[in-house]
C-alpha cells in the first residue's frame, strides 16, 4: 500500500470525524455523536493496521488528543442512553434526574472546549501525514494472520467476560481495514466478511445487555420481570455466539 493511499484514507476519516462533531456542536443531534464515535473508532482502527509496519509503529500517539474528545464524548452518549434505559425500564425520577444533570454538564464541558476538540483534528492531520510511512503487503498480511490466530485461539475456550468483547474489537479490526488490506490479502488469505459482521454483532449485542444488567443492579429499581427477562436474552446470546464461534478458524475462512 502506497503512502499516498495511506495519506488519503487518513484524510477522507479525518475530514468525516470533523463533518460529524461539528455537525453535533451545532445540533446537539446524538446519532451526529455516535457517528463521530464510530469514524473516530476507524480511524484508530486503520492506524493499528499501519503501526504493525516497524517504522509506524508511533503513529497511535498522534492519536491521543482525538482520544480525549472521543472519550468525552462517551460520557455524553452514555448519559443518553441511561435516560433511555430509564424510560425503558420505568427507573424513578431520582435516576432520571442524576443522568440528566451529568448528559447536561458533560454536554457543556464538551461544547466548551470545542475549538480544542477541532484544532487536534488538525493538529493530527499535520503530524500523521508527516510520520506516516509505506505499509508493506507482507505486513497486512502478517497483521490478519496475527488477528485471526489470536481470534481462533480465544474461541478455541471462549469465556463470556470482557476478553470476549477484546475479540469483538480485534474482529472489527479486520472488518475496519478490509478495504485498505484487500489488494494485499487477494489469494493469499480470503475472509467471510458476512460472517465476522455477524459474530460481532451478536457480540455486541450480548455486552449491551450486560451493561445493562449492571445499570440496573445498581440502581436497584428494576422490576424481577426485567431483570429475568435480560437473563434470558443474555442466555440466548450466548448460546447464539458459541454456535457461531465454534471452528472459527474454517468458517472465517470459508
Same mark, same amino acid.
Given at each position: 500500500m502506497k503512502k499516498k493511499e495511506e495519506i488519503a484514507q487518513l484524510n477522507k476519516l479525518l475530514k468525516k470525524i470533523k463533518v460529524n462533531l461539528k455537525a453535533f456542536l451545532q445540533s446537539e443531534n446524538q446519532e451526529e455523536l455516535h457517528q463521530f464515535r464510530v469514524q473516530v473508532k476507524k480511524l484508530k482502527a486503520v492506524l493499528t493496521l499501519y503501526a504493525y509496519e516497524k517504522k509506524n509503529k508511533n503513529l497511535l500517539k498522534y492519536f491521543k488528543p482525538i482520544k480525549e474528545a472521543f472519550a468525552k464524548a462517551g460520557e455524553i452518549r452514555n448519559a443518553h442512553i441511561n435516560l433511555k434505559l430509564g424510560e425503558q425500564y420505568q427507573l424513578n425520577e431520582t435516576f432520571h434526574q442524576q443522568q440528566q444533570q451529568l448528559l447536561n454538564s458533560s454536554l457543556a464541558d464538551f461544547k466548551k472546549n470545542n475549538n480544542l476538540y477541532l484544532k487536534s483534528i488538525k493538529k493530527a492531520k499535520i503530524n500523521l501525514q508527516t510520520h506516516t510511512h509505506r505499509l508493506h503487503n507482507k505486513t497486512i498480511r502478517k497483521f490478519y494472520k496475527d488477528k485471526v490466530l489470536t481470534i481462533n485461539q480465544f474461541f478455541a475456550d471462549p469465556a463470556f467476560n470482557e476478553d470476549l468483547h477484546t475479540a469483538r474489537k480485534n474482529?472489527? *479490526? *479486520?472488518?475496519? #481495514? @478490509?478495504?485498505? !488490506? =484487500? =489488494?494485499? *490479502?487477494?489469494?493469499? $488469505?480470503?475472509?467471510? *466478511?458476512?460472517?465476522? %459482521?455477524?459474530?460481532? +454483532?451478536?457480540? /455486541?449485542?450480548? @455486552? %449491551? @445487555?450486560? $451493561?445493562?444488567?449492571? $445499570?440496573?443492579?445498581?440502581? /436497584? #429499581? =428494576?422490576? +424481577? !420481570? !426485567?431483570? !429475568?427477562?435480560?437473563?434470558?436474552? #443474555?442466555? #440466548?446470546?450466548?448460546?447464539i455466539i458459541l454456535d457461531l464461534s465454534s471452528n472459527f478458524k474454517d468458517k472465517v475462512k470459508s
Open positions: 474482529i472489527k *479490526l *479486520l472488518i475496519y #481495514n @478490509h478495504t485498505n !488490506a =484487500a =489488494a494485499a *490479502l487477494q489469494n493469499k $488469505l480470503q475472509l467471510n *466478511l458476512k460472517y465476522l %459482521d455477524e459474530l460481532q +454483532d451478536n457480540i /455486541g449485542e450480548w @455486552h %449491551d @445487555h450486560i $451493561l445493562t444488567m449492571k $445499570l440496573l443492579a445498581a440502581t /436497584g #429499581n =428494576a422490576t +424481577d !420481570a !426485567a431483570i !429475568a427477562n435480560l437473563k434470558s436474552t #443474555n442466555e #440466548n446470546s450466548e448460546n
